[in-house]
Protein backbone atom coordinates (compact mmCIF):
# COMPACT_ATOMS: atom_id res chain seq x y z
CA UNK A 1 0.00 0.00 0.00
CA UNK A 2 1.35 3.19 -0.73
CA UNK A 3 2.05 5.40 2.44
CA UNK A 4 1.30 8.90 0.09
CA UNK A 5 1.24 9.83 -3.46
CA UNK A 6 4.98 9.94 -4.33
CA UNK A 7 4.87 6.60 -3.54
CA UNK A 8 1.39 5.84 -5.52
CA UNK A 9 3.21 7.10 -8.30
CA UNK A 10 5.72 3.68 -8.21
CA UNK A 11 2.81 1.86 -9.10
CA UNK A 12 2.93 3.26 -12.42
CA UNK A 13 5.79 0.60 -12.91
CA UNK A 14 3.98 -2.68 -11.91
CA UNK A 15 0.43 -1.98 -12.48
CA UNK A 16 -1.18 -2.49 -16.16
CA UNK A 17 -4.20 -0.54 -15.52
CA UNK A 18 -2.00 2.39 -14.30
CA UNK A 19 0.41 1.42 -16.93
CA UNK A 20 -3.01 1.84 -20.33
CA UNK A 21 -4.69 4.38 -18.48
CA UNK A 22 -1.39 6.39 -19.38
CA UNK A 23 -1.09 5.42 -22.29
CA UNK A 24 -4.59 6.21 -23.23
CA UNK A 25 -4.52 9.77 -21.78
CA UNK A 26 -1.10 11.01 -23.60
CA UNK A 27 -3.29 9.59 -26.89
CA UNK A 28 -5.74 12.58 -26.18
CA UNK A 29 -3.28 15.17 -25.40
CA UNK A 30 -1.48 14.46 -28.07
CA UNK A 31 -4.90 14.22 -30.20
CA UNK A 32 -5.77 17.89 -28.68
CA UNK A 33 -2.86 19.25 -29.19
CA UNK A 34 -2.80 18.64 -33.09
CA UNK A 35 -6.81 19.36 -33.16
CA UNK A 36 -6.04 22.47 -31.60
CA UNK A 37 -5.29 25.87 -34.63
CA UNK A 38 -2.39 27.54 -35.39
CA UNK A 39 -1.15 29.42 -32.45
CA UNK A 40 -0.28 29.45 -28.39
CA UNK A 41 -2.49 26.54 -26.76
CA UNK A 42 -2.72 27.17 -23.41
CA UNK A 43 -2.97 23.83 -20.93
CA UNK A 44 -3.76 23.56 -17.29
CA UNK A 45 -3.40 20.01 -15.34
CA UNK A 46 -5.28 19.82 -12.06
CA UNK A 47 -3.87 17.67 -9.40
CA UNK A 48 -0.38 16.93 -11.86
CA UNK A 49 1.53 13.89 -10.11
CA UNK A 50 4.45 14.48 -11.53
CA UNK A 51 2.95 15.51 -14.85
CA UNK A 52 4.00 12.41 -16.78
CA UNK A 53 1.18 12.11 -19.00
CA UNK A 54 1.79 16.14 -20.23
CA UNK A 55 5.69 16.13 -20.07
CA UNK A 56 5.64 12.26 -21.80
CA UNK A 57 3.45 13.70 -24.51
CA UNK A 58 5.32 17.14 -25.13
CA UNK A 59 8.33 15.27 -25.43
CA UNK A 60 8.35 14.40 -29.19
CA UNK A 61 5.17 16.78 -30.18
CA UNK A 62 5.58 19.12 -33.31
CA UNK A 63 3.16 21.42 -31.24
CA UNK A 64 5.18 21.57 -27.96
CA UNK A 65 6.77 24.94 -28.52
CA UNK A 66 3.51 26.21 -28.63
CA UNK A 67 2.53 25.35 -25.84
CA UNK A 68 2.43 26.84 -22.37
CA UNK A 69 0.98 24.90 -19.25
CA UNK A 70 0.58 24.94 -15.61
CA UNK A 71 0.09 22.35 -13.66
CA UNK A 72 -0.74 22.42 -9.83
CA UNK A 73 0.37 19.66 -7.67
CA UNK A 74 0.50 19.79 -3.54
CA UNK A 75 3.23 17.12 -3.24
CA UNK A 76 6.18 19.10 -2.99
CA UNK A 77 8.47 16.26 -4.20
CA UNK A 78 5.74 15.30 -7.36
CA UNK A 79 6.28 18.74 -8.17
CA UNK A 80 10.13 18.56 -7.85
CA UNK A 81 10.64 15.59 -9.98
CA UNK A 82 7.73 17.52 -12.68
CA UNK A 83 10.27 20.41 -12.81
CA UNK A 84 13.08 18.07 -13.22
CA UNK A 85 12.04 17.03 -16.15
CA UNK A 86 10.84 20.07 -17.49
CA UNK A 87 13.92 21.18 -17.28
CA UNK A 88 15.45 17.65 -19.48
CA UNK A 89 12.60 19.02 -21.78
CA UNK A 90 14.36 22.36 -22.07
CA UNK A 91 10.21 23.71 -21.64
CA UNK A 92 10.93 25.57 -18.57
CA UNK A 93 9.97 28.84 -20.16
CA UNK A 94 6.91 27.62 -20.80
CA UNK A 95 5.48 25.14 -18.32
CA UNK A 96 5.11 26.26 -14.50
CA UNK A 97 4.49 23.74 -11.98
CA UNK A 98 2.80 25.07 -9.13
CA UNK A 99 3.34 23.79 -5.55
CA UNK A 100 0.17 24.72 -4.28
CA UNK A 101 -3.69 23.31 -3.96
CA UNK A 102 -5.53 22.57 -6.96
CA UNK A 103 -8.75 22.94 -6.05
CA UNK A 104 -7.95 26.53 -5.20
CA UNK A 105 -9.36 28.61 -8.40
CA UNK A 106 -6.69 31.69 -7.38
CA UNK A 107 -4.28 28.91 -8.26
CA UNK A 108 -5.21 28.89 -12.07
CA UNK A 109 -5.38 33.05 -11.96
CA UNK A 110 -3.46 34.12 -15.28
CA UNK A 111 -3.27 30.46 -17.07
CA UNK A 112 -7.17 30.36 -17.70
CA UNK A 113 -9.08 29.98 -19.70
CA UNK A 114 -7.17 26.91 -21.12
CA UNK A 115 -7.48 24.53 -24.55
CA UNK A 116 -6.93 21.89 -22.81
CA UNK A 117 -7.82 20.62 -19.10
CA UNK A 118 -6.60 17.58 -17.47
CA UNK A 119 -8.15 15.63 -14.33
CA UNK A 120 -6.51 11.75 -14.38
CA UNK A 121 -6.77 9.93 -11.39
CA UNK A 122 -8.98 13.14 -9.49
CA UNK A 123 -12.90 12.77 -10.29
CA UNK A 124 -12.40 9.40 -7.95
CA UNK A 125 -11.60 11.24 -5.23
CA UNK A 126 -14.20 13.39 -5.29
CA UNK A 127 -16.96 12.89 -2.68
CA UNK A 128 -20.00 11.61 -4.31
CA UNK A 129 -22.34 13.19 -7.02
CA UNK A 130 -22.90 16.48 -5.17
CA UNK A 131 -18.84 17.36 -5.42
CA UNK A 132 -18.56 15.83 -8.70
CA UNK A 133 -20.88 18.35 -10.31
CA UNK A 134 -19.38 21.08 -8.53
CA UNK A 135 -16.03 20.08 -9.93
CA UNK A 136 -17.44 19.88 -13.78
CA UNK A 137 -19.15 23.15 -13.17
CA UNK A 138 -16.40 24.74 -12.59
CA UNK A 139 -14.76 23.64 -15.36
CA UNK A 140 -16.34 26.64 -16.99
CA UNK A 141 -13.55 28.42 -15.36
CA UNK A 142 -10.65 26.46 -16.25
CA UNK A 143 -11.69 26.30 -19.96
CA UNK A 144 -12.00 27.83 -23.27
CA UNK A 145 -14.82 27.62 -25.57
CA UNK A 146 -14.27 25.08 -27.05
CA UNK A 147 -11.67 23.53 -24.94
CA UNK A 148 -10.91 19.91 -24.65
CA UNK A 149 -11.14 18.13 -21.12
CA UNK A 150 -9.44 14.72 -20.57
CA UNK A 151 -10.20 12.71 -17.85
CA UNK A 152 -10.14 9.71 -15.67
CA UNK A 153 -12.57 7.52 -13.63
CA UNK A 154 -11.72 4.00 -12.15
CA UNK A 155 -14.39 1.37 -11.97
CA UNK A 156 -14.79 -1.14 -8.74
CA UNK A 157 -16.83 -3.86 -7.81
CA UNK A 158 -18.33 -4.21 -10.89
CA UNK A 159 -19.62 -0.38 -11.00
CA UNK A 160 -19.61 1.66 -13.94
CA UNK A 161 -18.43 5.10 -12.36
CA UNK A 162 -17.89 6.37 -15.34
CA UNK A 163 -21.44 6.28 -16.45
CA UNK A 164 -22.07 8.92 -14.05
CA UNK A 165 -19.22 11.18 -15.28
CA UNK A 166 -20.27 10.87 -18.81
CA UNK A 167 -23.78 11.99 -17.70
CA UNK A 168 -23.10 14.72 -15.99
CA UNK A 169 -20.40 16.47 -18.37
CA UNK A 170 -23.22 16.29 -21.11
CA UNK A 171 -25.91 17.80 -19.38
CA UNK A 172 -22.86 20.75 -18.55
CA UNK A 173 -22.11 21.63 -21.79
CA UNK A 174 -19.54 19.29 -23.04
CA UNK A 175 -19.89 17.02 -25.99
CA UNK A 176 -17.82 13.17 -25.99
CA UNK A 177 -14.81 12.83 -28.59
CA UNK A 178 -13.82 9.73 -26.84
CA UNK A 179 -13.62 7.07 -24.47
CA UNK A 180 -11.85 4.23 -23.83
CA UNK A 181 -11.80 1.58 -20.73
CA UNK A 182 -8.41 0.05 -20.94
CA UNK A 183 -7.77 -3.64 -21.55
CA UNK A 184 -7.46 -4.64 -17.93
CA UNK A 185 -11.27 -3.37 -17.71
CA UNK A 186 -11.49 -1.12 -14.77
CA UNK A 187 -10.31 2.20 -15.89
CA UNK A 188 -11.67 4.45 -17.78
CA UNK A 189 -10.38 7.49 -19.65
CA UNK A 190 -12.41 10.62 -21.68
CA UNK A 191 -12.06 13.33 -23.59
CA UNK A 192 -14.65 15.90 -23.66
CA UNK A 193 -15.16 19.48 -25.74
CA UNK A 194 -16.69 22.23 -23.89
CA UNK A 195 -19.07 23.66 -26.04
CA UNK A 196 -20.30 26.37 -22.99
CA UNK A 197 -18.91 29.78 -22.43
CA UNK A 198 -15.91 30.65 -20.57
CA UNK A 199 -16.85 31.97 -17.26
CA UNK A 200 -13.62 34.60 -16.76
CA UNK A 201 -14.43 34.41 -12.60
CA UNK A 202 -14.82 31.20 -10.65
CA UNK A 203 -18.59 31.19 -9.36
CA UNK A 204 -16.48 30.10 -6.06
CA UNK A 205 -12.83 29.99 -4.93
CA UNK A 206 -13.25 26.39 -3.73
CA UNK A 207 -13.46 24.16 -6.97
CA UNK A 208 -13.94 21.04 -5.49
CA UNK A 209 -12.56 19.10 -2.43
CA UNK A 210 -10.08 16.25 -3.22
CA UNK A 211 -10.96 13.48 -0.32
CA UNK A 212 -8.82 10.53 -1.56
CA UNK A 213 -6.22 8.40 0.17
CA UNK A 214 -3.00 7.39 -2.01
CA UNK A 215 -3.58 3.88 -0.37
CA UNK A 216 -7.14 3.76 -1.58
CA UNK A 217 -6.76 5.44 -4.79
CA UNK A 218 -9.25 4.17 -7.87
C1 LIG B 1 -4.27 9.67 -8.17
S1 LIG B 1 -2.98 10.85 -8.16
C2 LIG B 1 -2.99 11.37 -9.86
C3 LIG B 1 -1.74 12.06 -10.28
C4 LIG B 1 -1.66 12.37 -11.78
N1 LIG B 1 -2.70 13.25 -12.22
C5 LIG B 1 -1.68 11.09 -12.58
O1 LIG B 1 -2.70 10.79 -13.18
O2 LIG B 1 -0.64 10.41 -12.59
C6 LIG B 1 -3.73 12.21 -7.34
C7 LIG B 1 -2.81 13.40 -7.14
O3 LIG B 1 -3.53 14.47 -6.56
C8 LIG B 1 -2.65 15.18 -5.69
N2 LIG B 1 -3.47 16.01 -4.80
C9 LIG B 1 -4.27 15.61 -3.78
N3 LIG B 1 -4.89 16.67 -3.23
C10 LIG B 1 -4.47 17.76 -3.91
C11 LIG B 1 -4.75 19.15 -3.81
N4 LIG B 1 -5.61 19.63 -2.92
N5 LIG B 1 -4.13 19.98 -4.67
C12 LIG B 1 -3.24 19.52 -5.59
N6 LIG B 1 -2.94 18.22 -5.73
C13 LIG B 1 -3.55 17.34 -4.90
C14 LIG B 1 -1.88 14.08 -5.03
O4 LIG B 1 -0.71 14.55 -4.40
C15 LIG B 1 -1.64 13.14 -6.21
O5 LIG B 1 -0.43 13.45 -6.86
New binding site residues.
Partial sequence: MPK???E??DL?NTEPK?QQ??EI?REYIAYSLNASPDGAIRIV?????????LLGTLQNHPRAKDVSARL????SN?VERGRATIESLGLAKQIEFIN?????ATNYVGAVPADIA?????L??VAEKIELNRLINNLSFLSKKGAFFIW?RGHSDSISYSDNVRKILSASGFEEVNFKLTATGNMAVGIHRYLGENLPQPKEQQLFV?S?I?SK?R
Avoid at 45 to 53: K, N, Q, T
Avoid at 100 to 104: F, M, P, S, W, Y
Avoid at 118 to 122: E, F, L, N, P
Fill in positions: DWYWHYLRLVSVCAGDGRDVEINLGDATLIACGVGHTFGPA
